[in-house]
């Protein structure tokens, strides 16, 4: 008699680290953040040797906080995810159930910036974590370039079913809504969810990740009611792109992604800022990588008008940036 596969038997590598299935279908009953769910990965990553023992874990602040905002937030993230109850479907004595748990439980943070942070998981969720058979592998260089939680979330769900030689699967719309994160009472007519959640999010998968992801939707009189989601592997071709996309600076990938020919000003086209600027940009906004906005805003300067004060214009940039992206 052949023996169940565990998904704690899988092991991460240097580039990827492994999500048990019942974690990557679940519907946020409290929203998370795109930083909340790659935190949460990391977690998990972290702590994948021992994750099903009741113990603590512990890892290093710097290692959960993203690369081009390195304020420390972390703290806000780890409170959410404590704070977060998901619905997970779960086979327990050949009966599907639906579970409500916790993502997070107790947990400490050390005040200093160069700190750990201390954290456990919850006993409902060790025991789904420790029966789980199905399993996503994600790289992370793919988890940290996708730019929003959507985009994520499905990324999660469709390394999940590769994984189970799957290339199709429908859902109800109501389904989706909830497995990609949508919040309650958000983007609910099809029209709204397609063009400013699933669309974008299809399009960056299938830009960054190993999958070419295509949908359709399906329709009850003249409503959307369900979405069949298409996905197969690429080409040799195909991932060396992905691989070179990967390794490419993230200025005008949003161009590229949108499959739009990239018209990059020279950078000698906008005159060079001065030191007190980035100085200023520092005080201003503590914890800002300036040169990734200088990055974002030199390519959000493309095809207008240079401004007669550089300096002025890329302060005011980042104040817009800032208030935008804040998470």
Not at 32 to 37: C, F, G, I, K
Request: net charge positive; glycine share 6%; proline share 4%.
């Amino acid at each position: 008699m052949a023996t169940t596969f565990r998904t704690l038997q899988a092991k991460p590598t240097a580039d990827s680290l492994i999500k048990p299935a019942e974690l990557v279908d679940i519907v946020e009953m409290t929203p998370l953040t795109l930083t909340d769910r790659r935190i949460y990965n990391l977690l998990i990553e972290h702590a994948w040797d021992t994750i099903d023992k009741p113990i603590e874990h512990y890892i290093a602040k710097k290692d959960l906080r993203g690369s081009h905002n390195v304020n420390d937030r972390v703290g806000e993230s780890i409170e959410r995810l404590m704070a977060a109850i998901v619905k997970i479907k779960v086979v327990r004595e050949g009966h599907e159930e639906i579970e409500r748990v916790q993502l997070l439980g107790g947990n400490a943070e050390q005040l200093r910036a160069d700190g750990v942070v201390r954290y456990e998981f919850p006993a409902k969720l060790r025991r789904i974590i420790k029966n789980s058979t199905i399993f996503a592998r994600l790289q992370k260089e793919v988890m940290f370039a996708l730019s929003s939680k959507y985009a994520l979330a499905l990324y999660e769900m469709i390394q999940k079913r590769g994984n189970m030689r799957r290339n199709s699967e429908e859902f109800s719309l109501a389904e989706l809504r909830g497995f990609l994160g949508v919040p309650k009472g958000k983007l609910t007519t099809w029209s709204n969810f397609n063009n400013r959640a699933l669309a974008p999010a299809v399009k960056e998968v299938s830009a960054l990740s190993d999958y070419i992801v295509e949908t359709l939707p399906l329709r009850t009189g003249r409503t959307v009611t369900r979405v069949q989601l298409t996905w197969w592997p690429k080409d040799g071709e195909g991932i060396q792109k992905v691989a070179a996309e990967l390794n490419y600076s993230k200025v005008g990938r949003k161009a590229r992604v949108d499959g739009a020919v990239e018209t990059l000003k020279s950078r000698e086209q906008l005159a060079p800022l001065k030191t007190e600027t980035y100085e200023e940009a520092r005080a201003r906004f503590p914890g800002w990588d300036v040169y990734y906005m200088e990055q974002e805003w030199r390519h959000w300067m493309v095809d207008r008008t240079p401004p007669q004060d550089p300096d002025k214009a890329f302060l005011g940039f980042c104040d817009g940036h800032t208030k935008r992206n804040q998470l």
